[in-house]
């Protein structure tokens, strides 16, 4: 059973930093699709930033393309959501996601309801 626990999530002023952390247990980390989504109230699931275990190739949302930095440890399995210069507009409860056994291809193109497992979440606030 795939497992994620996300860590990190806190209150920030507007241009602040935060790091975002998710371990994945109960598989082992290769063939493995890793997403960052979001979720603010009243607003649909968003997908922040996907990358692939086993060739560190990543797609980011447009909203955070230039700010947020998608990173992963792979002896820890471990994947990492670097946070910079935040928004207000980037409040919400953010997410971890694995697609887990999968190809490249599939993981650079999957939306949230493809991927099967998912963490707790955690909650970003950002003030101005």
């Known amino acids: 059973e795939v497992q994620l626990v996300e860590a990190g999530g806190g209150s920030v002023q507007a241009g602040e930093s935060l790091r975002l952390g998710c371990v994945v247990s109960g598989v082992a980390y290769r063939r493995a699709c890793m997403g960052w989504f979001r979720q603010a109230p009243g607003k649909e699931r968003e997908s922040v930033a996907i990358?692939?275990?086993?060739?560190?190739?990543?797609v980011y949302g447009a909203s955070v393309k230039g700010r947020f930095t998608i990173s992963q440890d792979n002896a820890k399995s471990t994947v990492y959501l670097e946070m910079n210069n935040l928004k207000t507009e980037d409040n919400a409860t953010y997410f971890c996601a694995a697609a887990v056994p999968s190809d490249f291809l599939t993981c650079m193109g999957r939306k949230a309801e493809e991927f099967r497992d998912w963490g707790q979440g955690t909650q970003v606030n950002v003030s101005s």
């Open positions: 990358i692939y275990s086993d060739a560190n190739s990543i």
